[in-house]
């Protein structure tokens, strides 16, 4: 038997929030600035960089592979960009941690490298899927082995050359869709890669930014192989992601008025905002602005009482990981929440569908799982025990809905939190949530 150290939290009703807060840097954008950075040419300066454990794990790789990265400060970050062909290959394996962003970008890039390759992710990681990746790369003229089932670890070998692709993506998805573009910078040719929905266009958009000509319209990408990506200056805006869970937390608990500073509201990252105003939700957008390339606001939430809705497919890409908090805006709410074309939060970081499903029973809430969504009927709820599979948005999302059970909630194993929220339970206690941290182990 060894000895597991546990890290839980204890969160229950809280006051009603308020004040104002600036949530951390939004992980998709570090982690790309991060990768971009390193292949350009000059030193790219990324302020307001996450330094979350997903993020970090992104920056060690691309240390492995030869770039200098420096932190002078925190949040800055100077990536020394070693050029489209300066990499060289590590000795050691690379590891993504838990990061599906990561690993999947990641193979893009590397799959066109003079070198091979090794990436490895924690156990969460290694159950998700990433023939989703590996099968169009290995189209566009990579080898990249997987373990069995098409999971990680993803052995990639050195490149004979890629040919570009023109591919529609079965389901959408943003990291394929910039696996497929990153490996399309050493392809001869055009890529193209079509999508069922728009997903989120950072790897588009930053990819003009460090000078690479791409065509993008909405469903659609382009770009040829050929070409040179030049250092840049990004200022990376807070998380929607992170954001979601404060909104939803000032919207369910009784006389709460938040205001969440300079967050991204990138129209493929808040597909939230729009399925809890159908709900009833009181949230303004204050000081609309373009900042470094992206849309950010001040958004100002007040409690308002929710009513159940079907949740319109059409926004499901655009909040595709806002479900788990969605889930308890709909427990708090009156009625019935339909959710539907879901499928994919099967596959996150935890099957989210499922583990919400069970933790919200454990509080008292009738749910109906469906194979792509869930059937949730607004209640009261009470306290218990949550199992959160190492899922940090599962994690988070119960430490909202605590604030508004009748008893105490334990939320355990919360260690993942730290790869996307690093100071959650700070933020969260200094705006009126109940919650703290407690250190237990166990024997397994
Ligand atoms: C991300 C894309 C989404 C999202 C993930 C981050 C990205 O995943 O769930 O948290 O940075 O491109 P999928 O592309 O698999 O939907």
Same mark, same amino acid.
């Given at each position: ?52 454990? =997903? ?60 070198? /091979? ?5 924690? &156990?969460?990681?290694?159950? !998700?899927?990433?023939? !989703?990746?590996? =099968? ?29 692709? =023109?591919?529609?993506? $079965? ?15 050493? &392809? ?99 000081? $609309?602005?373009? /900042? ?28 595709? =990981?806002?479900? $788990? ?17 879901? &499928? ?7 099957? !989210?569908? &499922? ?5 919200? !029973? ?8 469906? $194979? ?14 949550? /199992? ?57």
């Amino acid at each position: 038997m060894s000895e597991v150290v546990r890290q839980d939290w204890r969160a229950g009703r809280g006051t009603a929030l308020r004040g104002s807060l600036l949530v951390p840097g939004d992980k998709s954008i570090s982690h790309r600035a991060v990768m971009l950075g390193a292949l350009a040419e000059g030193t790219t300066e990324i302020h307001g960089f996450l330094e979350g454990e =997903d993020t970090r794990a992104t920056a060690r790789i691309f240390t492995q592979l030869g770039v200098r990265i420096e932190t002078p400060a925190p949040t800055v970050c100077l990536v020394h960009g070693v050029g489209l062909h300066g990499l060289r290959g590590a000795d050691e394996v690379l590891d993504c941690g838990n990061s599906g962003t990561g690993m999947r970008l990641l193979a893009g890039v590397l799959a066109g490298q003079a070198f /091979d390759s090794v990436l490895v992710g924690d &156990a969460s990681l290694t159950k !998700r899927p990433m023939r !989703r990746v590996t =099968d169009p790369l290995t189209a566009m003229g990579a080898r990249i082995d997987t373990g069995d089932g098409g999971t990680p670890p993803l052995r990639l070998h050195a490149s004979a050359g890629l040919r570009g692709i =023109d591919y529609a993506l $079965p389901v959408a998805s943003a990291q394929v869709k910039s696996a497929l573009l990153l490996a399309g910078l050493y &392809a001869d040719g055009e890529t193209v890669v079509r999508e069922p929905h728009p997903t989120r266009d950072y790897t588009e958009r930053m990819l003009a930014t460090f000078g690479w000509p791409v065509e993008s319209a909405p469903g659609v990408v382009r770009l040829s192989g050929g070409h040179r990506l030049h250092a840049a200056r990004i200022d990376v805006p807070a998380d929607f992601s992170s954001a979601a869970f404060f909104i939803v937390a000032a919207t369910i608990i009784p006389g709460s008025e938040l205001r969440l500073q300079a967050v991204g509201i990138n129209p493929r990252r808040t597909g939230l905002l729009q399925a809890l105003r159908l709900m009833g939700a009181d949230i303004r957008e204050e000081n $609309p602005r373009d /900042d470094g390339g992206e849309p950010v606001a001040e958004l100002l939430v007040r409690y308002a009482p929710l009513h159940g809705i079907e949740v319109p497919p059409a926004l499901v890409a655009d909040m595709i =990981d806002e479900f $788990p908090v969605l889930f308890v805006a709909a427990a708090c709410a009156t009625g019935r929440t339909v959710v539907r074309d879901a &499928a994919e939060l099967r596959v996150k970081e935890s099957d !989210r569908i &499922a583990t919400m499903a069970a933790g919200l !029973r454990t509080l008292g809430i009738s749910i109906e799982e469906t $194979p792509d969504g869930a059937v949730i009927e607004g209640g009261a709820l009470g306290g218990g025990s949550i /199992d959160t599979h190492d899922d940090h948005r599962i994690a988070m999302s119960f430490a909202v809905a605590a604030q508004r059970a009748s008893g105490e909630v334990r939320i355990k194993d919360i260690a993942t939190v730290a790869t996307s929220f690093p100071g959650f339970v700070e933020l969260a206690r200094g705006v009126g949530m109940s919650i703290d941290g407690i250190t237990g182990s166990s024997r397994q």
